[in-house]
């Protein structure tokens, strides 16, 4: 569930879910508690899977490249986020720098038959040629994160700063130039995530604040803004955003 909140409302609900989570360990040590994500998102040249997105279809999915550093001695992944009705999945598997871009030029790398992260990988090349998938924006934002103390089935993020760009480079950097803020009117934008029955005190916590949940898509705020803004790319008619 996703909900676009104040600052103030966001520091309120950080004191209050603090009986029941902690920071996570990507938070836990970075200054802020926050640690910056990055992804290149890709679709269709029609950008059907940002239509779905904003039509509300059900049943949806998307195509991410996703990255947590610039460094590239460490991998990226290749992740399928999946929307059944209510029901989200995720799907990723790890790439290394060199090979995202063979990868995606359909050029054959050899992969294990029976592992997980192959068959996650396999599926997400399956889908990208499936609808002619490319890189069509670079999305970053950063993210404070906290999980259940006494499992991890919730967690809870608070994700600020979101940027775009429209560079399609697979391989976009944080620090390359081209980055323009969404204005969300100074929100933050509020995740919770569960497996299982919905905890009593998630439940209270969303009825103490009077939270309404809604639907946040990053990529399609950014893709809409960056239309609006008449740099998109792919080019779409500025009519279709309006």
């Known amino acids: 569930m996703k909900y676009l909140i104040s600052e103030s409302t966001a520091a309120a609900v ?55 550093t610039d460094d590239p001695d460490y991998p990226r992944y290749f992740e399928i986020k999946r929307r059944v009705t209510t029901i989200i999945v995720k799907s990723r598997a790890r790439v290394m720098y060199h090979s995202v871009k063979p990868l995606l030029a359909g050029e054959l790398i050899s992969l294990p038959d029976h592992d997980i992260e192959s068959e996650n990988l396999r599926q997400f090349l399956l889908y990208m040629h499936s609808i002619n998938a490319k890189p ?77 949940s809604q639907s946040v898509s990053k990529y399609a705020n950014s893709i809409r803004q960056s239309c609006l803004l008449r740099f998109c790319a792919p080019h779409v008619p500025l009519s279709l955003w309006e």
């Not at 879910?17 to 990507?26: E, F, P, S």
């Not at 926050?34 to 049943?59: F, H, T, W």
């Open 14 to 68: 950080t004191q209050y879910i603090k009986a029941y989570t902690h920071l996570d360990r990507h938070s836990e040590f970075k200054p802020n508690n926050a640690y910056m994500i990055s992804s290149v998102y890709m679709d269709s040249p029609e950008l059907r899977l940002c239509r779905e997105s904003l039509d509300g279809q059900k049943n949806r999915f998307k195509l991410r490249i996703r990255t947590y």
């Open 136 to 212: 069509v924006v670079g999305i970053r934002y950063m993210r404070q994160a906290f999980e259940g103390v006494i499992d991890d089935r919730v967690r809870i993020t608070f994700d600020r700063e979101l940027s775009y760009n429209t560079n399609d480079n697979p391989l976009l950097k944080t620090t390359d130039p081209g980055w323009y803020l969404v204005p969300l009117s100074n929100k933050v934008i509020l995740e919770i995530k569960f497996t299982g029955t919905y905890p009593a005190w998630l439940d209270r916590m969303v009825k103490y604040f009077g939270l309404k």
